[in-house]
């Protein structure tokens, strides 16, 4: 099974004060260990090391240790997937067809991916947003 996570499982998964700590870490370890192959969104990692830097924990998390749980977590164990320059056409060209505005363009980016890479599941904590800014992929959005 061809499974992409979300930005908001990742954090969740690598951040042990994390409410959804659990849950999220078993995506990740499912996806790591196998059988299931994880993917991930090339913008997911912009985000999350823009997230890990920035949370409010204590000690905080370093730049120099976001990149590294980054790079042994995600870069060196997941599927990345790209967009093209037409790619973020079609999705402000979707979104603005729906009506669609702000941060919600994130997650329209993180679900053009999940459909380019023909994905079985994908795996988010925001899933009433996901769902409504690509409704025909709303059987595949599942929480963790």
Do not use: C
């Amino acid at each position: 099974m061809r499974i992409l996570l979300d930005t908001s499982v990742l954090v969740a998964a690598m951040v042990e004060a994390h409410p959804a700590h659990g849950q999220g870490f078993a995506w990740l370890k499912r996806v790591i260990d196998g059988p299931d192959q994880g993917l991930v969104a090339a913008h997911s990692l912009a985000e999350l090391y823009a997230v890990l830097t920035t949370l409010p924990v204590h000690p905080p998390i370093s730049p120099l240790d976001a990149e590294q749980l980054i790079k042994r977590n995600i870069t060196e164990r997941l599927e990345i997937v790209f967009l093209s320059d037409r790619d973020y056409i079609q999705v402000i060209e979707h979104l603005a067809a729906l009506g669609i505005v702000g941060g919600a363009t994130y997650d329209a980016l993180i679900l053009r991916a999940a459909d380019n890479a023909q994905v079985d599941l994908v795996v988010t904590l925001n899933e009433k947003d996901f769902r409504r800014v690509y409704p025909h992929l709303a059987d595949k959005i599942v929480a963790p």
